[in-house]
């Protein structure tokens, strides 16, 4: 058979212009010798939330904010500027050009798909069976309630293992207690004939979980394939879904399994199989509330009609407040930074939300930190997003603060000034605490020597690194004058542990959550209910950098908090989209 031959010019990539257009029901295939695929059929329409979760399908570039040129705010505040450009959408996405290739990167999107007998349950509207693998209990120990009307399903190799990992201090570890005591009150008070006909799970009190509890109380056989070994785990749980699709005719039986290969094992037995997603706060990153939103063109022709403002003078500051009606103001919170930037030489306008009600909201102008004479510690805001970041971090009514920003955006450093600004200037807190998890990059080193604030030493470096710039920034006093500025500075910083701070309060503390996307939900709320009267906690971290294994950019807890913290008058969130580290870094950061 003779070789084939090959291609005398290499690939080029097509200009967008070249493109094939789809028009009507039958769209044009793309030019190659070969004939087109099919298009794909159309999915069943979704029901209630269920064990797996469908992807959002369209994303709103309104939570993208692009990384633009400061303008520096005047001293004396202008009054808002009209401006009769027409209306820009921000919910539209912005084409490409026809004179530009297309781009080579793109984002890989997870695609959670149903299985087959899961999605015509949907379209029936009938109940499903789901047996549970082991990984999803000590996952999410409340997994169990998270089923809403469909039944649960529990293999006795499922208990076997939660057995075996019921030892030791881990996270895995304690969830499985947890699970082997929520099982125990299930069927506490119960006959022996509930086990077969099934345990309500809304027994202790959970009322979203209207389905049954099933135990597996005989020897289910199967027939699999010789080649898998009869004795292991997994094979025992794909005999049970097998023998029960063959009990249950009709009935959707779907396994469910945060184990990839347990997934691939069961659909090349031809068994559904899906994944657990249903403890993520949200499908796509890229809808996670930003905190930031730019206002239409035409903004103060449709809100500034019947507009009022006045002047407060608010923590030894005068700021202008603007009460504005319109239609654009629902779609708002509550301390969500908002800003105008006209193209055609007019003010640029800054503000935050204060108040909202109904379709009336109260704006106030922002203090410029991109001037030195507002400068904090010594550093200002290079970009709008951190002058953003800073009038939240000096703001003594915000209480709870998360900075999201990728390597070099700024958010240890802004984070350091803010505190030692407001601990050795104002004496609005005592002293500065940090803290961050540790977990390596890498392969640990071993055990450290030494007491716990030794411990933790190599794990802030990055603080280390930034307070070294902190104190380069004051030149008056020489070389002694900036060694005492820097006992003084470690006198009031403190380093600790995240393993022993169950049980603490803290009071009047500026306390500094470093990595925080390597936090489970659960250790978040852990951290944040230990703040006392006075206390402002700070969460930093890049949800594109998480080390814990088992932890997504949707589980996240930094993800959670900010979630779920959005729109309360006393906590602010700002997205940070510019790098300003150096032009090495942020070239990294884009290419690989």
């Known amino acids: 058979m003779p070789l084939p031959k090959l291609p005398s010019k290499p690939a080029t990539l097509l200009l967008a212009k070249d493109y094939p257009k789809a028009s009507g029901a039958n769209p044009v295939p793309f030019p190659t010798e070969e004939k087109a695929a099919p298009a794909p059929k159309k999915a069943a329409p979704k029901t209630a939330a269920k064990a797996v979760k469908e992807p959002v399908a369209k994303k709103t570039a309104a939570n ?55 999605r015509k349950a949907d379209v029936v509207g009938s109940t499903k069976l789901f047996v549970l693998d082991t990984n999803v209990l000590m996952h999410d120990p409340s997994s169990l309630f998270r089923f809403e009307e469909h039944d649960v399903f529990l293999p006795m190799m499922t208990l076997e293992e939660l057995d075996n990992h019921k030892k030791g201090m881990s996270e895995v570890a304690r969830n499985a207690r947890q699970v082997s005591r929520t099982l125990d009150a299930l069927i506490s008070n119960t006959d022996d004939d509930d086990m077969e006909t099934g345990i309500p799970l809304n027994k202790l009190g959970n009322k979203d979980a209207k389905g049954h509890l099933y135990f597996q ?14 004795g292991k785990a997994d094979n025992q749980i794909l005999a049970v879904v097998r023998s029960l699709e063959a009990e249950q005719p009709g009935r959707a ?59 407060e003078n608010k923590h030894g500051q005068s700021s202008t407040f603007y009460r504005v009606t319109g239609p654009f103001i629902p779609s708002l919170l509550v ?39 507002n400068s904090v510690w010594g550093v200002t805001a290079r970009n709008r997003e951190q002058n953003f970041a800073l009038n939240l971090l000096m703001n003594p009514e915000c209480d709870f603060i998360t900075l999201l920003g990728q390597a070099g955006t700024g958010k240890t450093l802004l984070a350091l000034a803010a505190g030692l600004a407001q601990v050795l200037e104002t004496k609005l807190y005592n002293e500065i605490i940090v803290t961050r998890v540790t977990v390596p990059v890498g392969e640990d080193i071993g055990f450290l020597p030494g007491t716990e604030e030794e411990k933790m030493g190599p794990w802030m470096g990055a603080f280390d690194d930034n307070l070294e710039v902190l104190n380069k920034s004051d030149g008056e006093g020489g070389e002694w004058g900036r060694a005492a500025t820097q006992d003084l500075i470690r006198s009031r910083i403190k380093i600790k542990s995240l393993n022993f701070m169950r049980g603490r309060t803290f009071v009047n503390k500026f306390l500094i959550i470093d990595e925080a996307q390597n ?33 997504t950019e949707g589980s996240s807890g930094l993800t959670y908090v900010v979630d779920r913290f959005k729109g309360w008058a006393h906590s602010g969130h700002v997205t940070l989209a510019r790098g300003e580290r150096s032009r090495l870094a942020d070239h990294a950061s884009d290419v690989l």
């Not at 184990?259 to 949200?282: C, Q, S, T, W």
């Not at 909202?356 to 991109?370: F, M």
């Not at 978040?524 to 009267?533: C, E, F, Q």
């Open 335 to 373: 301390n969500q930074f908002v800003y105008l930037e006209p193209n055609n030489g007019e003010s640029p306008f800054y503000a935050q939300v204060k108040q909202i009600n109904g379709k009336t909201a109260v704006l106030q102008t922002l203090r410029d930190y991109s001037h030195n004479k």
């Open 217 to 230: 109380t005989r020897v289910q056989v199967a027939d699999l394939p010789e080649g898998l070994p009869q």
């Open 519 to 551: 936090l489970t939900p659960k250790q978040m709320k852990t951290l944040v209910t230990r703040a006392g009267p006075g206390t402002k906690i700070l969460c930093l971290g890049n949800i594109a950098q998480i080390d814990t294994p088992y932890l």
């Open 64 to 118: 993208k904010t692009p990384a633009l040129k400061a303008v520096k705010l005047p001293d004396d505040v202008p009054a808002p500027p009209r401006t009769k450009a027409a209306p820009q959408a921000r919910s539209k996405v912005t084409p490409i050009k026809a004179d530009a290739p297309h781009p080579a990167k793109h984002k890989e999107h997870e695609v959670v798909l149903k299985s087959a007998s899961s």
């Open 253 to 311: 039986v779907v396994l469910v399994s945060k184990d990839i290969n347990m997934r691939i094992k069961a659909r090349a037995l031809g068994l559904p199989a899906e994944d657990y997603f249903n403890d993520h706060v949200l499908e796509d990153t890229d809808l996670l509330y930003s905190g930031i939103v730019q206002l239409p063109d035409d903004f103060w022709n449709k809100h500034g009609k019947d507009m009022e403002s006045w002047q």
